[in-house]
């Protein structure tokens, strides 16, 4: 095993993947309980991203497609054609697509290794060559995703160590979860905070408790206090107070859909703490991968936001728990909000760093364009 394996089995794990067989660490039980859960199908993995067994843009993509991936492994036999085993996943992936709308790396994922049975199908004598293809790119994906975030982490920390022109150590606001929990491994927005207590220029980390699903004190918390980093939790109503006394130097947050001018639907909460930010004059950044943009959507108008169940606000632990709410009262729950470019500093992507440069847009489309003609893409 070379270094990189050494340093990626030191990584949380909420997806464990072999051969055929897939575990999700259920993470509605964190932080009191670490239990794994079996997948054995696509099913399995609809149910398990839409009750949010596993959250997460990049780790809902890797479990749907693993998922599948589990499904067609074990497969006893299928009598059928090249093209009806393409046709066989297409449909199972749509089906998987529709367990939540608004993160785009589902979508992604699934146009992905569908374009990819079917130009196989088209050359394939048997069935099994299609399986086969589909199972190996699952697979890449959840391996490529730790690099990935990786190379987020690393761009978003030297980023961020720039624009400190007074060179004093940083003290960082997160929301969500955007870490190992909710990739296959070290995480977005978290990665860079990650990135920057390894560098040694992480003074703290501030983590919201991103009411209604607690994701930031559940499990943000859980992975700060895992990795010993600095950290300290807020209500989400303490925010723009913990930004006027003056301690917080940057905001960053992950995304479930960038759209090509920037606009960025992200965990319900995020549009308000780039508000505060701007009125405090402090940088607010996005980190997440190419695979969470969506440069066929012209803005965020376009993006459908999921609405969840009321049971998570009339009820603690994410609706898991006792009501806590007065019975009979109407509740709208949407689970993600657009913050719009203009209030974004900049986006961090495993590809580098994208700038507005003094205009009220990013041309996303423009930066993919640049890294698809660089040989490293
Ligand atoms: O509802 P969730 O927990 O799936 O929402 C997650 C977020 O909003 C994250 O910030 C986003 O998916 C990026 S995860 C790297």
Redesign the pocket.
Known sequence: MGTDGVEQDKLLRSIRYKDGSLQLLDQRKLPLETTYVDIRDSKDGWAAISE?VV????A?AITASLSLAVEISNLRTFNGTPSDAALFISNKLDYLVSSRPT?VNLSDAATKLKELVQKVAANASEAQAVFQACIEAAEIMLEDDVASNKAIGHFGARFLQKQQTDRRKISVLTH???GSL??AGY??ALGVIRSLHETGVLERAYCTETRP?N?GSRLTAFELVHDNIPATLIADSAAAALMKAGRVDAVI????RVAANGDTA??IGTYSLALSALHHGIPFYVAAPLTSIDSSISSGEEIVIEERSAKELLRTHGGMGEQVAASGISVWNP??DVTPATVISAIVTEKGVITREGTDSFDIRGFIEKVAASSSY
């Open positions: 949010m959250r997460g843009a990049p809902i993160a969500c979860n955007t909710a990739t995480g977005t699903f994701q947050v992950g995304a479930d992200n965990k689970a993600f």
